[in-house]
């Protein structure tokens, strides 16, 4: 079974600072990892999703980088902004559960950005 | 294209309700999965649908059960309501296109369930 663990679960740094947020699942036998970031009380918004094949995507600000062999994955945030300030949530749909649209979550980051 | 909707946003009942959440994907996009997520247990995966079809299921109990219409909007009804229900109900969609890992799963604003 899927486990999926994000660490640390409240990271608070000042503004511009650069920051790695990390995620690690059991099985690596994945379709791809997805990250998502939610702000209270409202749904996910899709960040970045990584393919079983792909080592990392870029979009903006947002690095993220997948090693399947160490089922590990991170998110790299450049410059950080107080509107950064949200929860992370990394996702990966396992292979072995049915497809590509079961996702398991991690439970997230809480990341706060201060001016 | 419009987002992921979902109605209402908020519902309040009673134990012993019954409940019946609704769906409408992103135009185009015909996979529908439903997610309940709660301070305690996090986001878990209840079912997904695809062509009227449940395609997946997650372990939790048959008072939870869904469907899908032919134009891929989707229904969650949950029977003989438990305090336990109370959470943020999330649906997502995707293309999910056969064969492909690429099936990216955009989401709802959620509905949030409170069960007194």
């Known amino acids: 079974k899927q486990e999926v663990t994000q660490i640390p679960a409240a990271l608070s740094v000042p503004e511009g600072e650069n920051l790695v947020l990390n995620c690690s699942f059991t099985d690596s036998a994945i379709y791809n990892l997805q990250w998502f970031r939610q702000d209270p009380g409202k749904g996910l918004t899709s960040l970045l999703l990584i393919q079983s094949s792909q080592r990392e995507q870029t979009s903006g600000r947002l690095n993220a980088s997948l090693d399947k062999s160490s089922g590990r994955s991170t998110l790299y945030i450049a410059a950080s902004q107080p509107g950064d300030s949200a929860t992370y949530l990394c996702?990966?749909?396992?292979?072995?559960?049915?497809?590509?649209?079961?996702?398991?979550f991690g439970k997230g980051t809480k990341l706060t950005v201060n001016p | 294209k419009a987002g992921v909707t979902q109605t209402p946003r908020y519902l309040i009942k009673t134990r012993g309700q019954q409940v019946t959440l609704s769906c409408s994907p992103i135009s185009g996009h015909r996979s529908v999965s439903w997610y309940q997520q709660t301070p305690g247990q996090g986001l878990q995966f209840l079912f997904e649908y695809f062509s009227e079809t449940q395609r997946n299921k997650g372990n939790f109990p048959g008072r939870f059960s869904g469907r899908q219409f032919s134009n891929s909007r989707s229904e969650m009804n949950v029977s003989t309501l438990e305090l336990g229900d109370s959470a943020l109900y999330l649906c997502a969609s995707s293309l999910r296109e056969s064969g492909s890992s690429y099936n990216e799963q955009f989401f709802g604003p959620g509905t949030r369930l409170t069960v007194l």
């Open positions: 996702a990966s749909s396992p292979l072995t559960q049915g497809g590509s649209e079961k996702l398991v």
